[in-house]
């Protein structure tokens, strides 16, 4: 094996302290990955946010070329693609050179955006040959998510009706897919721009959430997944049917949306999304039989996170933020 620059691995599976990779000493059923792709995810977003904030408190440079040479990242990034680089367990499939995907160390600290990390085996997924590594680097939190919120948590049944809110959105675009694919009857709330783009993942019931239009839908939720939160949520209960449900997924916002709907004879659920390695095989199995089309709206190098945060949190973002880490 060729001597490469990487590092140590602490307790979190992130790897510090440079050193060369055939040093790394991998404990049983350990898998080390060098990382090749990852996306934006809000958490993401939240956190570089904090760091400027922090950054401009202590009145030093912002700069994110500084914070990378310092890898003040460390913690970014739950989504990862790789190869497997070096293997120790006897327990898998998983061969030196295979090419991987995992949700890694989700909700505390992910180490998706450093250059290689250190992963339990069975928390990782093959992928199928020639399977894009930036399309897979979209899948692990937001398809998860989608997965959850519909089946796990949502407990979508063929021909139900799910009010989507935020259709449009890297979670969004995938739960339309999810639910249309599983037979349910599908609306999309999104701001009217990105209507077109929804129509063209075969939606055809689509409102706009400004100015209230989507309260035409009155009663009409069998299912609701939030992807938005506040405000639009807590005027969505009114949408949900007798004894229906809504998968409130914004945390910072739950609390306040599950207080509004106190009366009601309809139940507000939150999701924390897990690791699920058979969910994830077969949302790379729809992917790959063409029944879920990943969008990704655009494409940075991890030296250009301040760019990919921009557009993460642009107006006419359609789907995800994708990173290239090597």
């Not at 701001?191 to 783009?197: A, G, I």
């Not at 945060?309 to 789907?319: E, H, W």
Request: proline share 2%; with cysteine.
């Amino acid at each position: 094996m060729s001597m490469q620059l990487s590092s140590k691995t602490n307790h979190n599976g992130c790897l510090n302290d440079f050193t060369s990779t055939s040093s790394v000493a991998l404990k049983d059923d350990e898998v080390l990955v060098a990382v090749t792709a990852s996306s934006l995810n809000a958490r993401d977003v939240r956190k570089y946010k904090e760091y400027l904030k922090n950054q401009e408190n202590s009145n030093t440079s912002n700069d994110i070329n500084n914070a990378i040479s310092k890898r003040l990242y460390k913690g970014y990034g739950f989504d990862m693609v790789g190869k497997v680089v070096k293997i120790r367990t006897l327990n898998s499939d998983l061969q030196v050179g295979d090419e991987v995907i995992g949700l890694i160390n989700y909700p505390d600290l992910g180490f998706g955006f450093e250059s290689e990390i250190v992963c339990k085996a069975n928390d990782l997924v093959k992928l199928p040959k020639n399977f894009d590594p930036k399309i897979a680097a979209c899948l692990p939190l937001s398809g998860l998510t989608a997965y959850q919120a519909l089946f796990s948590v949502g407990k979508l049944q063929p021909g139900e009706n799910v009010i989507i809110l935020g259709a449009a959105g890297g979670v969004g675009h995938i739960v339309v897919q999810l639910a249309k694919n599983f037979g349910a009857n599908v609306y999309a709330v999104d701001v009217r721009e990105k209507h077109d783009y929804l129509r063209s993942l075969g939606v055809k019931n689509i409102l706009d959430y400004e100015e209230d239009e989507f309260l035409r839908w009155q009663s009409e939720a069998d299912l609701i997944v939030d992807l938005i939160g506040g405000q639009v949520a807590i005027s969505a209960l009114s949408l949900l049917n007798v004894k229906s449900r809504m998968v409130s997924v914004p945390l910072s916002s739950f609390a306040s949306v599950k207080l509004a709907a106190t009366n009601l004879s309809s139940e507000v659920l939150s999701l924390e999304t897990i690791n699920n390695v058979n969910e994830l095989k077969e949302l790379i199995n729809q992917v790959e039989s063409n029944k879920i089309n990943i969008n990704i709206y655009k494409e940075f190098s991890i030296t250009e996170l301040d760019k990919a945060v921009d557009a993460f949190k642009s107006s006419d973002r359609l789907g995800k933020v994708v990173l290239s880490i090597k």
